[in-house]
């Protein structure tokens, strides 16, 4: 299991869910209601993970990469936004990637939401870790 395999398997599993996904890259002007407060969106950052750093001293395909996505919960109002991050959890929390590969949500790294001062009108998002390995 690569990388790119495990990202497309990600979007894959957010695909269809009712915030909008972009891969790596959000248009200048995503999709925003009348007062110009933009829609909840997930942005998915590609990572190439890490080797583990104890490797089995047989052929078994499995266990040699940790992967630890970071997906980014961003919507124009911190309701939104706390809706958004409770539906891409639920998609996302212990989910199978593979049948053998299961998605964890990292416990060591929470942050608060935060308001992004570049955008005008605000947006408010928060970063989401995730880990594996495959």
């Known amino acids: 299991m690569t990388a790119a395999d495990l990202h497309a398997a990600l979007l894959a599993r957010l695909t269809g869910a009712t915030v909008t996904l972009y891969d790596g890259e959000v248009p200048p002007h995503p999709p925003a209601d009348p007062q110009g407060r933009v829609y909840p969106y997930v942005v998915v ?11 089995p001293v047989s ?36 989910a199978a990637l593979t049948p053998w590969v299961r998605l964890r949500e990292r416990t060591d790294t929470e942050v608060p939401v935060q308001k992004d001062p ?15 390995t495959a």
Do not use: C, K, M
């Open 59 to 94: 052929d078994d395909p499995g266990g040699h990469l940790t992967w630890n996505p970071q997906v980014t919960v961003v919507a124009g109002t911190t309701s939104w936004l706390l809706a958004a991050i409770g539906v891409v959890r639920e998609r996302l929390e212990g």
């Open 45 to 55: 950052w590609a990572t190439a993970g890490r080797p583990t750093v104890e490797r």
């Open 118 to 132: 570049d955008t005008t009108p605000a947006r408010y998002f928060l970063p989401l870790y995730y880990s594996t």
